[in-house]
Every structure is written in C-alpha cells, then in structure tokens.
C-alpha cells in the first residue's frame, strides 16, 4: 500500500524544526512501524538524504524505547501497545501518518524523533531503590510473608517500562504516573517500608525540578499507558507523600 508520511524533522536541541512530508509505496500490512520507518530510511540513504533519526532497542514491547506520537496519540491508535508493537495493518492505503516526538519541556528533541528521558532516570535515583543490608547475614526476600493483594499490585506497579507515554498524553506534561508506579512498587512491600519516607520526598522534589507539570486527574496518562499503570498509584504516592511530610 502507499502511505504518505509527515514526520518532524530537528538537526539538533539548538536548532527549529519542521514537518517534512514523505510518500512510501509498497508497504506491507505485516510490516512493524518500526520496520516502516527502516524502509523509509533504506529509500532515504539510497537517494543521498539523511535518514530519520528515531530511538529502538528491544522491539518487543519491553524497553519503551521506541516511544513516538503518531496520529497525535502517543505509541499510535492502538492500546496497551508500543510502538514497536503496532503493525502497519491498523492504517489503510492512502493514509497520511504523522509522526512527531513526545513534547513536553522535561523531554528536549536531541534531534528528529529522539527526545532526552534522562529526566526519568534521575527521578529513579533519587529514591526509585531499596538498601540491601550486605553484612554476610541478610534475609532472603522470599522468605519474608506478603499478602498477594499487595505483591500483585506491587508487581503491576513495576511493570512500568519508563517510556513517557504519560507525559506526551497529559495536558499538563505531568511524570505522577510514571513516579507514583516506581514509589508504589517499594511502597507495597516490607522491604521498602524502611526508605519509604525519604523515598517519596526525594522523588516528588526531584519530579518538580525536572520541569514536569502537575496532575489534574484527566486520566489520559492511564489510558495511553502501554502497560495500564493504574492512577491508584497516584493516589497512593499523594497518601505517602503526605504522611512523609507531616512526619518529617
């Protein structure tokens, strides 16, 4: 099938960019968007041009990596799917796709569709961890109870793969979501009972001097979540972070 492409093209974070219009025949339906954009590239290389710059790695739905607005909505019009997940037989011939990277200030274009996420990790290392006590003498965590209710709910905290989609869905540009999943996989269980304090109140800070915005309860970032990260997380980080506070 033919598909005609508008993708947002930037040299660099210092540079203005715009959306440059393509058109690609011979698609495949079973074609991955990722193996689309690599067709597009070849076809690009070989006429001379500079090919799409656009993040990849695992391209099975586990790293985030892959993370692009298409069609303004985050990771495509498919659900609870990556990027690289989403299959060109979800568009029809003759569509116009329009490809654009996350916007939001805490994630500045590097160059065309790849943006800095370092944000997140800084985030994580301010608390996204457990000490481990390594004296020769430390308790096995599978020996320590814990009610399935909380190791489920813990489990599907984690399952958040750190892509952003919450961040390029919400109005607000808000990381609740993606922070309030990484404090409540620790939060749930005995083992982060310890750090808990210092764990929400340095994240929290941290989140606010990266630049994301505030949440407002729209709930767009649980519905473009390739993963389904519930807003009870952002429930229970509020409920923590209180509790942090007024202890402190």
């Known amino acids: 099938m033919k598909i005609y492409l508008k993708i947002w093209r930037q040299k660099s974070a210092a540079t203005k960019g ?18 689309m954009l690599d067709v597009l590239n070849e076809d690009l290389i070989n006429k001379g041009e500079e090919p799409v710059e656009f993040d ?5 739905g586990i790293c985030g990596t892959c993370s692009l607005m298409i069609n303004g909505r985050p ?14 037989r979800s568009f029809n011939d003759g569509d116009t796709i329009v490809i654009e990277p996350w916007r939001a200030k805490a994630f500045p274009v590097i160059k065309d569709l790849i943006v800095d996420r370092t944000a997140f990790d800084r985030i994580q290392q301010a608390g ?9 003498r430390p308790v096995d965590a599978n020996a320590i109870p814990i009610e399935k209710d909380a190791a489920d709910a813990s489990f599907n905290a984690a399952t958040c793969i750190g892509c952003g989609a ?3 869905a919400c109005k607000n540009a808000s990381a609740m979501l993606f922070t309030s999943a990484k404090v409540s996989q620790f939060a749930l269980l005995p083992q982060g009972q310890v750090e808990a304090a210092d764990r929400v109140l340095n ?4 989140m606010d001097l990266e630049g994301f915005g505030n949440c407002t309860n729209t709930g767009a970032c649980e519905v473009e979540c390739p993963k389904g990260i519930s807003l009870e997380n952002i429930a229970r980080m509020n409920r923590e972070y ?5 202890k402190g």
């Not at 994240?203 to 941290?206: D, L």
């Open 242 to 246: 209180l509790a942090a506070s007024v």
């Open 166 to 168: 919450c961040v390029a």
């Open 56 to 60: 990849h790695d695992c391209r099975e």
């Open 75 to 88: 990771h495509g019009p498919d659900s609870r799917i990556t990027v690289c997940q989403l299959h060109m």
């Open 203 to 206: 994240m929290v800070r941290q």
């Open 128 to 136: 996204g961890y457990i000490s481990v006590n390594t004296s020769g």
């Open 18 to 35: 715009s959306m440059v219009q393509y058109t690609l025949d011979g698609v495949e339906s079973d074609m991955s968007f990722l193996e």
